[in-house]
């Protein structure tokens, strides 16, 4: 039964619509805990250190991180996986181009493929620069991410790439958040206003808040 739920279109988009509400709810506790450096190292830097000790004693150190990581990146590979297989079937099913003009969609429709690519690449320059600190510019220093941080934005291709990934983050959010309600029923001729008003909200909040960190260091109020 699961292969056979898979195998359909409504099954792959349900998986994307699931694995992408996953993700976006990771993303406001992230984006909240970011803004933790505005409250100083200190403040941040605790805050990484509880991270990883969530759950103790019953948990070992960094076990809940490692879980939380581990459901991310299955939600990841499900969505981006079920996105691709989506696309590639439509290709399939309209080899041609449209004898009359489709209606023109949103810039956030159309940019969805492009947006998912972007914050692919960004998902593993991130890594690479904060988590492992392998791209990392100024010298990494494990266990003070807020110095990390600074670091990273003190370069001018750390914000570039960064920005460019967070305004894609927010078109992806808007057009996303919709989708996924529409996908798994809760859109409806009464609900839809709301639901658009839900989406482009998220997506500006979550667009502000995570933008909000590396010009607080362009602009010294985080230093």
């Known amino acids: 039964m699961a292969r056979t739920v898979w195998d359909s279109s409504v099954g792959k988009k349900t998986v994307m619509a ?10 406001v506790v992230h984006m909240l805990g970011n803004l933790k450096i505005f409250f100083g190292a ?26 939380i990581r581990v459901v ?12 691709y297989q989506l696309s590639r079937r439509d290709i399939r099913a309209r080899p041609s ?60 291709y750390g914000n570039v790439i960064y920005l460019t990934a967070m305004l894609a983050l927010g078109l992806h959010v808007r057009h996303g958040f919709w989708a996924a309600a529409q996908t798994l029923g809760a859109g409806s001729r009464s609900r839809d206003r709301f639901l658009k008003t839900t989406a482009n909200v998220l997506a500006l909040l979550l667009t502000a808040g995570f933008i909000a960190v590396p010009v607080g260091v362009m602009t010294g109020v985080v230093s």
């Open 72 to 83: 991310l990146v299955l939600a990841v590979v499900a969505h981006a996986v079920s996105a």
């Open 42 to 67: 200190g403040e941040f830097n605790h805050y990484a250190h509880w991270l990883r000790t969530i759950g103790e004693p019953f948990m070992h150190y960094e076990w809940t991180l490692w879980v």
């Open 97 to 156: 181009k449209y004898v009359h003009a489709r209606r023109r969609a949103s810039y956030a429709t159309r940019t969805m493929r492009w947006g998912g690519i972007i914050l692919g690449l960004f998902i593993v320059w991130h890594i690479l620069d904060l988590t492992t600190g392998t791209v990392h510019s100024g010298g990494f220093q494990e266990g003070k991410p807020y110095q990390n941080v600074v670091d990273t934005f003190s370069t001018w």
């Open 18 to 27: 699931v694995s992408g509400l996953i993700m976006l709810a990771y993303l």
